[in-house]
């Protein structure tokens, strides 16, 4: 049975929604706006200004869409980005191959990110290097700690709470250098909080359209 249905998000971008979980993957005020606002403006941006070379982990690797934004990102300025993403629930390549990002931002690198080999580290373009594990983040065991940015774009803690707590954030603070940056769309309290406890600095700011704010935290 497929679990996922393919959907058109308000900029005319596509997006999922998975019924084993009852969550869509991004927000349907336009998936492709959120992305662009909460990773690449607020998330890749900071690291841009503040290190040479980019070392990314994103949770949740799902339709790609964040990692083809920061691919282009880097083959546009030609800096060098290294991302690592985790993903438990691969989406099958027939739904990757029917998602309309590439036309939209002008990039042909979609399905070539989601055909990648899992859990070897490849090249996407001279700037961009991927590395996709298969698995749950609280299960995978990292053999590096020198991630400067982190996307967190785990399902909402409504669904998910295992994966917004104190813990977990203490976890991914441990591969992360002094200095990093997370950023996530989620600004729930309880979130705020779980990040200050597990030793970052929280900064709000605005969303994109449909969103009031935005979480920035500094390690
Ligand atoms: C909000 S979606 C976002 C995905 C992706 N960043 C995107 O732009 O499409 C959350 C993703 O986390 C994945 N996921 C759920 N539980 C997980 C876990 N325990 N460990 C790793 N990934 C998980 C889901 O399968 C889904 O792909």
Redesign the pocket.
């Known amino acids: 049975m497929n679990d996922l249905d393919t959907i058109i998000t308000q900029d005319g971008s596509h997006t999922l929604f998975s019924k084993k979980f009852n969550q869509i993957?991004?927000s349907t005020f336009g998936a492709i706006q959120e992305?662009r606002r909460v990773f690449i403006e607020l998330g890749l941006e900071y690291a841009i200004e503040h290190f040479s070379e980019i070392k990314v982990f994103?949770?949740?690797?799902?339709?790609g869409?964040?990692a083809l934004m920061t691919a282009q990102v880097a083959q546009n300025r030609h800096i060098k980005i290294d991302y690592t993403t985790?993903?438990?629930?691969p989406i099958a390549i027939e739904i990757a191959q029917n998602l309309n990002y590439d036309g939209l931002i002008n990039s042909n690198d979609l399905l070539k990110l989601h055909q990648q080999d899992w859990n070897i580290k490849d090249t996407i373009n001279q700037y961009f290097t991927l590395q996709k594990i298969k698995g749950?983040?609280?299960k995978t065991i990292f053999d590096t700690n020198d991630f400067n940015l982190v996307y967190y774009?785990?399902?909402a803690p409504e669904t998910?709470p295992e994966?917004w707590t104190q813990e977990v954030f203490e976890k991914v603070a441990t591969i992360m250098v002094q200095g990093g940056v997370l950023t996530t769309y989620c600004s729930k309290g309880y979130v705020q909080r779980n990040l200050k406890a597990a030793g970052f600095r929280v900064e709000k700011h605005a969303g994109p359209v449909g969103k009031r704010e935005i979480i920035r935290a500094i390690l």
Request: net charge negative.
């Open positions: 993957y991004h992305s994103e949770m949740g690797f799902g339709t869409l964040n985790v993903e438990a629930y749950e983040l609280e774009d785990a399902f998910q994966l």
